[in-house]
Nanobody, 119 residues
Framework: QVQLVESGGGLVQPGGSLRLSCAASGNILSVASMGWYRQAPGNQRELVALTTRLSGVTTYGDSVKGRFTISRDNDLMTVHLQMNSLRPEDTAVYYC????????????WGQGTQVTVSS
């Protein structure tokens, strides 16, 4: 089992910045990647960004490329999402995700944190 605890989020004006963090605990050695997804009301959950835990290879959703940056701490147990140039359409609940390695990969989820971009 892997537990994920998120922090950050809140209300910000358009053009502003926010930083989300997610700390993993438990069977961390089983984790292949960590990242963030988001879900706005009436929409499906979509990929924001993820990074492979060991090699640090990153993947971004098309709508956030060039504005958001995912990074991981040296302990390989915490990931951060730096969100710049925020837009109203970035408003959503952001969920931290961890995927286990190997066949039958398991998705672990955090509790979600609200990000609201509004003037």
């Amino acid at each position: 089992q892997v537990q994920l605890v998120e922090s950050g989020g809140g209300l910000v004006q358009p053009g502003g910045s926010l930083r989300l963090s997610c700390a993993a605990s438990g069977n961390i050695l089983s984790v292949a990647s960590m990242g963030w997804y988001r879900q706005a009301p009436g929409n499906q959950r979509e990929l924001v960004a993820l990074t492979t835990r060991l090699s640090g290879v990153t993947t971004y959703g098309d709508s956030v490329k060039g504005r958001f940056t995912i990074s991981r701490d040296n302990d390989l147990m915490t990931v951060h999402l730096q969100m710049n140039s925020l837009r109203p359409e970035d408003t959503a609940v952001y969920y931290c995700n961890a995927k286990s390695r190997g066949p039958g990969s398991i998705d672990y989820w955090g509790q979600g944190t609200q990000v609201t971009v509004s003037s």
